[in-house]
């Protein structure tokens, strides 16, 4: 069996990610963070959601991106409550946090490098998504190729690191429906970025926006509980 | 004046790369890690040029790169003791941690997005070095490629992350006769992989090696004491 590095937010996409990870067979070797984020409640959702797929193996980091400051999702910035209808795909938000996919990409690769895998999953989008820079296509494709550079695996093998986004071109509706397809359990996910200290949704923010959105375009009921 | 972000180990090249950053009049902020790495005992040689050069900022990082194994810098792997005379450059030592300067960079990338620079300055050289592939000039390259879609800087500006390599092309030799030039006190530095519980230098480890053979190509005195 293929190893494959996830990484695991235990939200509805990296959740998603993971289904299919597992339906094309990989061993998986899922990677979460605790980044000083304000929704740590996600971690629970993470957690879970290895346990349900029987991942090989769930490393959870601690890595404190509050040193550096500057985003809604790690400071004490509020996070914004109103959607707007239509997303400028120039206009990148408050709740971005620096350079943080690019970060989590870096111990994926360390990751993957260490267990001999040449696979890393990360459940990206750019169609519904919150605009930021560092999940668009152009992006990873860039990364890929850096890692090809950085690592053993690019000097003494033929064998080249790969990047999956199986998500990247879907829509939130379109992802949804592959979950469903594949069985995902959506009650057990979490993509709020401001919960409750209870860990309920606020069902304002942006990532639940999106996520109502995504379920609203389907037949499916959205399981999880909303404040709005 | 400009803002550099710079990758300090304290040791003889990090803190070279320093000087040659603070001659050309950058505002400089330094960034450190603990990370389960053998010789912790550079942070404190980090501390102290931080202070001799008087950085704006110094952070110290906690990450642990004990989670993922596979190196005698953070295992419990001997570190290699006796250097060949010529390093083949298409063998990786066992010294090397996976994807370390990528995740290194990456928050650098962090912190100059936060602080809202163009600059990173890291000390890695090509020539007298340990061979290790995210030391290249070619994946540095690569990386600031990546950088400059990753972040807010790459979509809203026109202004370019740069990553400044200044020793990449020099011998260690050139490395130390810079550094001299520009008034650096390689006393307060620390190269050693394995040093003894007071931090005397083992005189050993490939990075001991390094260092002795580029001051002895110099007609100046190496002021670290060394067991051997």
Do not use: W
């Amino acid at each position: 069996m293929k190893k494959a590095v996830i990484l695991l937010s235990g939200g509805l996409d990296s959740t998603t990610c993971l289904a299919i990870a597992k339906s094309k067979n990989y061993n998986v070797y899922a990677l979460s963070f605790r980044y000083g984020q304000r929704h740590e409640f996600e971690i629970g959702a993470a957690k879970e959601c290895a346990q349900l797929y029987h991942v090989e193996d769930h490393v959870i980091l601690d890595i404190d991106l509050r040193s550096f400051g500057g985003s809604a999702l790690t400071d004490n910035i509020e996070v914004p409550k109103k959607r707007k209808e239509s997303i400028p795909r120039d206009e990148i938000p408050i709740t971005y946090v620096p350079a943080r996919n690019t970060i989590f990409l870096s111990f994926a690769l360390a990751y993957a490098e260490t267990i001999k895998s040449q696979n890393i999953f990360i459940g990206v989008n750019a169609l519904d998504y919150s605009g930021y820079p560092d999940c668009r296509p152009e992006y990873i494709k860039s990364f890929e190729a850096m890692s090809n550079l950085a690592t053993k695996a690019g000097v003494e093998e033929e064998s080249q690191l790969k990047i999956h986004t199986p998500l990247i071109d879907l829509s939130k509706k379109e992802i949804i429906e592959k979950g469903v397809e594949l069985g995902v359990d959506y009650s057990k996910t979490h993509s709020c970025y401001d919960p409750d200290p209870t860990g309920i949704s606020c069902g304002l923010c942006d990532a639940c926006s999106l996520r109502k959105e995504g379920f609203k375009k389907t037949n499916i009921v959205d399981p999880i509980q909303y404040a709005i």
